[in-house]
């Protein structure tokens, strides 16, 4: 389908400037608003509609009243909670140290990656995967831009490399062993109850199915280990051969194919 990029319905000369820039950016179309509501504009046009307002980008996609935006939220708190010294159950798994080389082969709204730039530190390496271009430029963004106070979640953010490919073509081109813990977090087969922006992920991301040529990848890739989240009830770890860490809590699991 496809996308128009237009404003806020209140705007001004700089952000008209700024939709503009990002409908060349990305090639699509630049639609002036003229007070049109969102549902007017999608269905006039059969489109998304890529807002562009003073806060973030909004991505409506068609016949969608819920937007789909970059926010660090989950991650913000699970910052904050490493802060005070409490465990994050992604980071046990990866077990990241300083200075390690980091790959996320599904960024999606990055929260899990942000989380690895903090682990890994200035001196380590996070990069971070994402096959849909909108997610991958709307999180890029996000990632460049996005303002806080909180200084170890900015450093965090700023800090990952944001790589808009296929995760499986992208690793092709990537030298043995030159990450440390390759990470691997396709959609869900079976739906969890998520916040409201991993929904709309969920409508917007792709639903790549794992498969061995992924997995014999991100082995070739990883000095230290592989490591896959998916949902408790999925066969994906056994199919794949990754040995899993039961967490009798939580409706998903990581598992892990252990290189050293
Ligand atoms: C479940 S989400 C990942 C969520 C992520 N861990 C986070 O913390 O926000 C999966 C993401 O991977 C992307 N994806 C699916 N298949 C992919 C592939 N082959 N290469 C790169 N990205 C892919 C989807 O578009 C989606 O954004």
């Not at 790589?163 to 087969?189: C, G, R, W």
């Amino acid at each position: 389908m496809n996308t128009v990029v237009t404003t806020a319905g209140r705007t001004n000369k700089e952000f008209i400037l700024k939709a503009k820039e990002i409908s060349i950016n990305l090639n699509l179309p630049y639609y002036e608003r003229k007070k049109k509501s969102v549902s007017t504009i999608q269905n006039e046009q059969q489109a998304n509609v890529l807002v562009v307002n003073k806060e973030r980008l909004e991505l409506y996609t068609y016949g969608s009243t819920s937007p789909f935006f970059f926010h660090p939220n989950s991650a913000a708190f699970r910052i904050k909670r490493l802060l005070q010294g409490e465990q994050d159950s992604f980071l046990e798994s990866v077990r990241l140290e300083k200075g390690d080389c980091f790959l996320d082969t599904t960024a999606g709204l990055c929260s899990d990656s942000i989380i690895a730039s903090y682990a890994v530190g200035d001196l380590g390496v996070v990069h971070a995967c994402e096959k849909e271009r909108m997610i991958a430029y709307m999180v890029d963004e996000g990632l460049r831009n996005y303002e806080t106070r909180n200084e170890a979640l900015l450093k965090s953010m700023r800090h990952i490399d944001l790589i808009h490919q296929n995760a499986v073509d992208y690793m092709k081109t990537v030298a043995s062993n030159f990450y440390d813990v390759v990470y691997l977090d396709p959609m869900f087969e079976e739906v969890i109850e998520e916040s409201s922006n991993f929904q709309v992920l969920r409508a917007v991301g792709a639903h790549d199915s794992l498969t061995d040529e992924w997995v014999e990848e991100a082995k070739r890739l990883a000095r230290k280990r592989v490591v896959l989240k998916a949902h408790f009830r999925s066969n994906l770890f056994d199919k794949f051969g990754f040995e899993r860490e039961i967490r009798l809590s939580s409706k998903f699991h990581y598992g892990i194919i252990e290189l050293l």
